[in-house]
């Protein structure tokens, strides 16, 4: 599991094994798994060219030490310098000790670069880039490679926030802990190919955001056991659909026959198209509490106006999924009130909506969004998007790493909806069902969507969840 840290905690970490070691060493350690990586990445290093963007803080002493290394292999390093009167002292002396330059023509050097390192703010800086280094990086040449320092300068650590300029970066190596804006978008998708240097500090267990991966998945996949039957599997009912959209219920329905439960139970005016194209489904006209026992609930994908049927369910005493149509009729209190889970699924014009702000809003602070949705509701909140977050009243946010755009498709809520139910009949918490649920979906997706990348439909994603569930376990 990745986990990431706040700027706070990861600094008293650093203060910490500072008071321990000799001066110096921690970011030797820094500069050196730098340095390597910026190695790999250019393939060979004698005789490439490598371009240092060196800010005033710890950041650009990075850059200059790991600058050093790079140089005394045979690379042609220049470093350009934002903040001349307070470079790193060492720094600057290793460089140039090495045969590293300062630049006298900050454009020409940044253009001939095959490499540039970005070391200009650190993970305390706050705010976009200042205009000087903004217009720097317009020199950088489309072929070349670029590399940030802990972090891509211009982002937000802590919340993956970005306020103006930033670096798009093709790698980031970062030290000691993820920070949480590496993995939450907008900043996750400036960040590139990520990299974590251990450099030695010792972290709390409780952890700002995670990341689960294969393995953490696989432990939380539901098994039968040998005397299983199918109600024991679980039961997950579905509500979804109408007449204009009944292919909301199909593929619903498609997740969840694809999730873990035993059995699915339909309820809705679309159970014909339903059936006719799962004929293993149990259906019923309603209302709801009448169809039959379940362990689960999913209401909300193609709803349209009913909210009789949504307080219906709500009155369950099992966990409830809440999506599309669904959200449009929550309220706080209906929620607060319930003894068991609810787990709401919206994008971000339905999180907006729910919490009375913009659509924009939500983009740009989507941890913030998160967070306070979770807690206004007294819910789990899986809040979709190029990262999925997840988020509860306890415990860090999840960031699910899988997906692809290729995702944005019509319907493909509905399927992770259904998959997401169907998780949460099998036994499985709001949370890690929530997680679970859009791990698998995101790697259906990029199964369906090939190695290069094609357009898909909700359908095809449906029918990769077998194999995506494979994927995990092997």
Request: proline letters at 5%.
């Amino acid at each position: 599991m990745r986990t990431a840290y706040s700027v706070e905690t990861v600094r008293a970490a650093e203060r910490e094994l500072m008071a321990r070691l000799p001066e110096g060493t921690l970011m030797g350690r820094a500069a050196a798994g730098l340095a390597v990586a910026c190695g790999e990445l250019l393939g060979r290093v004698y005789g490439t060219r490598v371009t240092l963007l060196v800010g005033s803080g710890d950041n650009g002493g990075d850059a200059l030490y790991a600058g050093a290394r790079l140089a005394r292999r045979g690379a042609g390093v220049v470093a350009v310098l934002l903040s001349p009167e307070r470079t790193h002292p060492g720094g600057l002396a290793a460089l140039r000790a090495a045969g590293g330059r300062v630049s006298a023509d900050a454009p020409r050097d940044i253009a001939w670069a095959d490499l540039v390192v970005d070391g200009i703010v650190g993970i305390g800086g706050r705010g976009g880039l200042r205009p000087q280094a903004a217009e720097l990086l317009g020199a950088v040449r489309e072929s070349a490679l670029v590399v940030a320092v802990d972090l891509p300068s211009g982002v937000d650590a802590d919340t993956g926030e970005v306020a103006g300029d930033a670096v798009r970066a093709d790698a980031t190596v970062t030290f000691g802990a993820y920070k949480p804006g590496l993995l939450i978008d907008p900043a996750r998708g400036r960040a590139g190919a990520l990299r974590l240097v251990d450099i030695g500090l010792t972290l709390p267990e409780d952890a700002e955001a995670e990341a689960l991966q294969h393995a953490d998945v696989a432990d939380l996949l539901p098994r039968p056991a040998a005397e299983s039957d199918k109600y024991r599997r679980g039961v997950v009912g579905v509500v979804a659909g109408s007449a204009r959209y009944p292919g909301a219920a199909v593929l619903a329905v498609a997740g969840a026959l694809r999730g873990g439960a035993g059995a699915v139970r339909y309820v809705g005016p679309a159970a014909d198209a339903v059936l006719a194209k799962f004929p293993e489904t149990l259906v019923h006209a309603g209302p709801p509490h009448r169809a039959g026992r379940v362990q689960s609930w999913v209401i909300g994908p193609g709803l349209g106006d009913e909210s009789d049927a949504l307080e219906d369910v709500l009155a369950a005493e099992v966990p409830v999924l809440v999506d599309a149509d669904g959200l449009r009729f929550l309220t706080p209190q209906r929620v607060r009130d319930r003894a068991a889970a609810t787990l709401l699924t919206p994008h971000a014009g339905e999180a907006a909506a729910l919490l009375g702000s913009g659509r924009e809003e939500v983009e740009v602070a989507r941890l913030h969004a998160v967070r306070e949705l979770a807690g206004r509701f007294g819910a789990t909140v899986l809040l979709k998007g190029s990262t999925t977050l997840v988020a509860d009243a306890t415990g860090p946010v999840r960031v699910n790493s899988t997906g692809t755009g290729w995702l944005a498709t019509a319907g493909s809520g509905d399927v992770l909806s259904g998959l997401t139910g169907s998780l949460l009949a099998a036994g499985l918490p709001a949370r890690d069902a929530a997680s679970v649920g859009a791990y698998l979906h995101g790697l259906a997706a990029r199964r369906a969507a090939g190695p290069r990348g094609a357009p898909i439909v909700a359908t095809e994603v449906a029918d990769q969840l077998g194999a995506a569930w494979r994927d995990v376990l092997d």
